[in-house]
């Protein structure tokens, strides 16, 4: 069963950094384009950051710009998000999911369990 399972998720203060990751199970992420996405409680789960297979392409909401990286390491089969100058508005649960980068969120699918990050003093 191809899945994808996160982690790095946690309780940080405001300024602080996470990095999460997103490793791949039942199938090698070579040819897949990673998202990561958040879902705040009540809101709707939005689109944070997206590499292409080969990691030519990053895709950023401008909410994270300069302050959120992307990167995968295929040899390892996970994709990073590393997160700095976390802020409040940060908190939520992130997700991976494989795709197409530019593409609607409901064209991604083997969607990881989510990790929470909470941003808080």
């Known amino acids: 069963q191809s899945q994808l399972v996160e982690s790095g998720g946690g309780l940080v203060q405001p300024g602080g950094s996470l990095r999460l990751a997103c490793a791949a199970s039942g199938f090698t992420l070579d040819y897949s384009a990673i998202g990561w996405f958040r879902q705040a409680p009540g809101k709707e789960r939005e689109g944070v950051s997206c590499?292409?297979?080969?990691?030519?392409?990053?895709d950023y909401a401008d909410s994270v710009k300069g302050r959120f990286t992307i990167s995968r390491d295929n040899a390892e089969n996970t994709v990073y998000l590393q997160m700095n100058s976390l802020k409040p508005e940060d908190t939520a649960v992130y997700y991976c999911?494989?795709?197409?980068?530019?593409?609607?969120?409901?064209?991604?699918?083997?969607w990881g369990q989510g990790t929470q990050v909470t941003v808080s003093s």
């Open positions: 590499i292409s297979s080969s990691g030519g392409r990053t």
């Open positions: 999911a494989r795709g197409t980068c530019g593409l609607p969120i409901r064209a991604f699918g083997s």
